[in-house]
């Protein structure tokens, strides 16, 4: 079968250096201590069940759930005595249209196991994935199942992206006492079952529902939706949620359409939304759908604006789109985009590995593997030990960032929005939680003394981060010199070198090229008061209301920044305020970057 040569070649050794702690052996076994949350998931006031009538005498899934059954008081196996650890994987990866998507996480999950298994290891023991196809139909997928708990002797198990056949596994782990980990189903039912054996790391479709709704209705005043979705589980499941918000923020859905998973045109149910003249549009959809039906709408006069849950952005959407995805958002578990350095790493060793880009399922995968090898690491070799390491947990960073999780073993972190621009996604921050101010939403302003001073004529640009000395020289000329001051080395010395220079009144401004260079940056131009152009796609940048820093997507190239500041320069004759607001009135730099008040580029 070619699954199983998919395994084989996945089964070679890792070629990549080992990344993360070396594994504990089973030496800091802990109880899960009894946790409550309420309300469940941190659900905002106005978004929870009948909460303008009455508040209900009680409320499930609010704390830990009990499990008092022996499984950790079971012998725990040493590691002399197994030749390997094996751990089940089940997702689809054959005879399935989700198999791209099975294949890219079984890749994450696999890129995990090699690499602690470079590190050494459960003891010395290596990590081995045993390889299970979800061919999607109920009684093969209980088979595989039964099949890995009772003849392969798994620990645990990671999959699978079907919420229907994660529900098969989570009743075969009430019977058999199996831990599993839950990367990609978003189906909400599936934590609310009260079987204390699985730990969900994907925020589910209520978090995705609800934080759609904040951004809809709350934030952009839109009254009239119109929801599109594949005809089967995930969109029969994912969009009830936002039907849920909808109407308790008083907007009921205006209709709902859908299509069968096999679909390549979708011109009939578009045709029906456009004669209900709804304002807004939502998709529950994958990828290459989503694109096809953007392209469609706009084929058809249809200008509402678009949004989607997590599964629209991925592979085939801006292809099958083109200039059509325009102005689309859609919520996502992390920022890609994001110049995090752990982050970085981990897309060069999945794509050295793999010849493919990373994606959601793929880099999900991988961070939930790492949680449920380090949960082994932990409780050591023993099912209810293991289940136990897993409910403690309370956060997690990894690759793809922070998670936060709830009593229920459920990630429950705010997500982040995403939305098309110019052909490219940008990504920031959104909760589903009603803002109760809206910083910056009026601008930022600078209302500190302006001064007179200006540049002579031998005019200096800092540039500040990671090899930034060996960039300057190129970047100079044009009445320009370009001062480079790496930020690799050690920082006390890189923030004195910066200090001196930002006080040389000849500098105009600093470009910053990476995340922590613009973080020091910013916190010196508000003392030293000179405008800063920081590459980085941190929001929190530009979301302190410093008037004096203003934000490029990374990708931008230096040379691009410093024409900004040169631009700006020149039309604001060199006083380091007047330059700043140049940058703050939108005026158009280097021919193609406007930016508002608060330092983000126009939309």
Known sequence: MRWQLIAAALALPACCAAQGPACGCGQNPAPPPHRALDPYGGVPEDLRPFSKFTKPYYENYTTSPEYNGAAADVRTVPASAVTEVPIAFLGPIEDNKDSPLGISMLHGAQLAIDEANARGGYCGRPFRLKIHNDA???????????????????????????????????RVSLRAELPIVNSAATDPTIPETIIPWLLTSIQDDRVQSYTLARRIYTDLGLKHVALLRVNERYGRFGILKFKDASRRLGHPIVLEQKFQPSATTFKHQLEVIADSDVDAIVLWADAPAAGTILKEMRALGMKQPVFGAARVIGEGLLENAGA??????????????????????????????????TDLFSSMSFDTMNILLGAICRAGLNRGGIRNALYSIESYKGVTGEMIFDP????????????????????????????????????????????????????????????????????????????????????????????????????????????????????????????????????????????????????????????????????????????????????????????????????
């Open 136 to 170: 999607a139909t109920w009684g093969a997928s209980s088979n595989e199942i039964v099949k890995m708990i009772y003849d392969e002797k798994v620990w645990a198990m990671l999959g699978s992206i079907s919420a229907d056949s994660t529900h098969i596994a989570l």
């Open 408 to 603: 229920n073993a459920k990630n429950m972190a705010p997500m982040f929005l995403g939305k098309v621009h110019n052909g490219r996604w940008s990504f920031r921050r959104y909760s589903m939680q009603k803002p109760y101010a809206a910083v910056g939403a009026a601008g930022v302003e600078y209302n500190g003394p302006h001064t007179a001073l200006t540049a002579g004529a031998h005019r200096k640009i800092a540039l500040f981060g990671p090899g930034a000395e060996a960039l300057a020289p190129a970047l100079s000329g044009q009445g320009y010199e370009v001062v480079g001051i790496n930020s690799e080395t050690a920082w006390g010395k890189a923030s004195n070198e910066l200090v001196k220079l930002i006080y040389d009144p000849d500098v105009i401004g600093i470009v910053a090229t990476s995340r922590d260079s613009a973080h020091l940056a910013e916190q010196l131009a508000v003392k030293a008061r000179i405008p800063v152009v920081a590459i980085s796609s941190d929001h929190t940048l530009t979301s302190t209301n410093i008037p004096w820093i203003f934000r490029l997507e990374p990708g931008t190239s230096p040379a691009d920044a410093i024409r900004c500041l040169k631009d700006a320069d020149t039309l604001a004759a060199g006083s380091r305020d007047s330059i700043r607001s140049e940058f703050a009135s939108g005026t158009m730099l280097a021919g193609r970057f406007a930016f508002t008040s608060t330092g983000e580029l126009r939309q």
């Open 324 to 357: 059509a995805a325009e102005g689309l958002e859609a919520v996502y578990p992390f920022d890609p985009n994001r110049d995090d350095p752990a982050w970085l790493a981990f897309q060069k060793r999945f794509e050295a590995a793999y010849h493919t880009h």
